[in-house]
């Protein structure tokens, strides 16, 4: 099975901030990984799939890159309304364990 | 527009089982994979199988092989997930997920709203 670790598991950034997220594959995923943000009590939301495409409707401070094993999912300038978690997920269905986005 | 919309929250004993529906609309239902994934209080995203609407054929992982049945009714456009033999860890929100049937498309695009299961004696 390939396993997915994502990072950090948490991190605490200003507005305005660069934020960068990480998932690593222990395998080649060519480019078949997607992100994924969650806020308190509501369904995950997709925001990027095949590593860099933006879903119809997510601003464009969010944006994601990588292939084979080593991916990034960056939030340009941070916003108070990105507080939440964000999950990569891989096409064989297993997610990464998810990074809590909180404002300083 | 699409939408997928669960049933309500449940609250079973140990050792009962439960179903979950999903009734989806604004689009053709035999065209995606409905999967199902679930969250247990505080925990992260853990994917639990998944049904071709069309063949009725599924994959379920294999944690839950033997205790989760998935069917779909395609009269009513509804998916339901059943898991029996229920514990106090299986208290968690679940949820259906979309995924085109496209072999490349391996992304959840639409989610249901999300039903939490709780186990309790």
């Known amino acids: 099975d390939i396993q997915m670790t994502q990072s950090p598991s948490s991190l605490s950034a200003s507005v305005g901030d660069r934020v960068t997220i990480t998932c690593q594959a222990s395998?080649?995923?060519?480019?078949?990984l997607n992100w994924y943000q969650q806020k308190p009590g509501k369904a995950p939301k997709l925001l990027i799939y095949?590593?860099?495409n933006l879903e119809t409707g997510v601003p464009s401070r969010f944006s994601g890159s990588g292939s084979g094993t080593d991916f990034t999912f960056t939030i340009s300038s941070l916003q108070p309304e990105d507080i939440a978690t964000y999950y990569c997920?891989?096409?064989?269905?297993?997610f990464g364990g998810g990074t809590k986005v909180e404002i300083k | 527009q699409v939408q997928l919309v669960q049933s309500g929250a449940e609250v079973k004993k140990p050792g009962a089982s439960v179903k979950v529906s999903c009734k989806a609309s604004?689009?053709?239902?035999?065209?995606?994979?409905m999967h199902w994934v679930r969250q247990a209080p505080g925990q992260g995203l853990e994917w639990m199988g998944r049904i071709n609407p069309n063949s009725g054929g599924t994959n379920y992982a294999q944690k839950f092989q033997g205790r989760v049945t998935m069917t779909r009714d395609t009269s009513i456009s509804t998916a339901y997930m059943e898991l029996s033999r229920l514990r106090s860890d299986d208290t968690a929100v679940y949820y259906c997920?979309?995924?085109?049937?496209?072999?490349?498309?391996?992304?959840?695009?639409?989610w249901g709203q999300g039903t939490l299961v709780t186990v309790s004696s």
């Open positions: 997920a979309r995924r085109d049937i496209v072999a490349t498309k391996y992304y959840f695009d639409y």
């Open positions: 095949d590593a860099s």
């Open positions: 395998q080649d995923i060519s480019n078949y």
């Open positions: 604004g689009y053709t239902f035999t065209g995606y994979y």
């Open positions: 997920q891989q096409y064989d269905n297993l």
